[in-house]
């Protein structure tokens, strides 16, 4: 029995360290796309502090290389955050949207771009903004209904879903449709052109913030997949780790989304693909999730880049690549009928 689970072990420490190493290629190859050319001649030469084309550097370190370390960021902290809701909520179609996060996010953007500045340092700010307060709002209606329960959160969620759509129509409604709103409708499709390395300064703290506080909460995750009687059999505060693990995951998602915009099935797909392969659920799967997360993105990246003269946004490929799936996994499962 010890021998079969060291082997098991042996065999997902492979696993990791293979993903791994895919990302890191996918991760180089995301700096070469683009129309700019950039190749690993010049990337060598770069980092050797040989190069002498002032363009290609600039280009590299001002676009390129901030780009590809968001690509892979994104990919991990939704896929990450992503099997973290699945866990806690056990509900293998449970995503950031199921609390209504990425719709608050949306509202915050769409409220910046018509009633602010509309600079994309104000849309970043509200967009995290806007999806911490859809945090805060379902928090305050799970405590005020006292059903501080899985079904409570769901419930919550769907109730803010609603109010948010209602606001983002709203906000629409006052929009300039010469201008403002195709802004809103790009952001709702979510897109990597824009990430400079000033806005990844600005959401990189966030982002470790998140992700180290999922690191911490680790093993309590792994507890909330059971049931909430048996949770608390064990010594664990059910309430209150839960209402931990939700900010930190929605502090990762919120400083991602607010720099790129929604993106489609990245928090949903991966985590499926991810226990597929490990045959269990636990916090190696939640780290392979995001390796298979940052993979997906750097490729779907990779594709919006080259498929069109123009850039796509990043969610029409990711949306392309993942409803497939998805339909895949109702057809072949009847446990998601």
Not at 62 to 72: G, W
Not at 85 to 110: C, E, H, M, R, W
Request: glycine fraction near 8%; include cysteine; hydrophobic fraction near 55%.
């Amino acid at each position: 029995m010890i021998t079969n689970k060291k082997h098991i072990n042996a065999k997902s420490n492979m696993v990791l360290i293979g993903g791994l190493l895919v990302v890191i290629a996918a991760f180089i190859l995301s700096i070469h796309v683009g129309k700019y050319r950039i190749t690993t001649n010049d990337i060598v030469k770069i980092l050797q502090g040989t190069h002498e084309d002032k363009m290609t550097i600039n280009v590299f370190y001002m676009l390129r290389l901030p780009r590809s370390i968001m690509v892979i960021l994104a990919g991990i902290g939704l896929s990450a955050a992503g099997s973290v809701y699945q866990t806690i909520f056990k509900n293998s179609l449970a995503s950031p949207d199921i609390i209504g996060v990425t719709s608050g996010a949306n509202v915050g953007a769409a409220f910046s771009i018509v009633f602010a500045t509309g600079s994309v340092l104000s849309v970043a700010f509200g967009a995290f903004l806007g999806g911490i307060l859809a945090l805060i709002f379902v928090i305050g209606l799970v405590k005020v209904s006292k059903s501080d329960n899985v079904l409570g959160y769901v419930l919550s969620g769907i109730v803010i879903n609603a109010i948010t759509n209602g606001i983002l129509m709203t906000i629409k409604y006052f929009a300039d449709p010469e201008n403002q709103l195709g802004a809103i409708e790009y952001w709702t499709m979510g897109s990597f052109g824009g990430i400079t390395l000033e806005k990844l300064k600005i959401v990189l703290p966030f982002f470790l913030m998140g992700m180290v506080g999922i690191i911490i909460m680790r093993w309590k995750i792994y507890v909330l997949s059971v049931s909430d009687e048996e949770a608390k059999s064990l010594g664990i505060s059910v309430n209150r780790s839960r209402l931990l693990i939700l900010l930190f995951s929605t502090l990762v998602v919120a400083s991602i989304v607010s720099v790129t915009g929604l993106i489609s099935f990245i928090g949903l797909i991966p985590p499926h693909i991810a226990r597929s392969i490990l045959k269990k659920n636990n916090f190696k799967t939640v780290l392979f999730s995001g390796l298979v997360g940052a993979i997906l993105m750097a490729f779907s990246d990779c594709l919006a880049r080259i498929l069109l003269p123009s850039e796509l946004p990043i969610s029409i490929i990711t949306s392309f690549i993942g409803a497939p799936y998805l339909a895949f996994l109702v057809m072949k499962n009847k446990k998601y009928r």
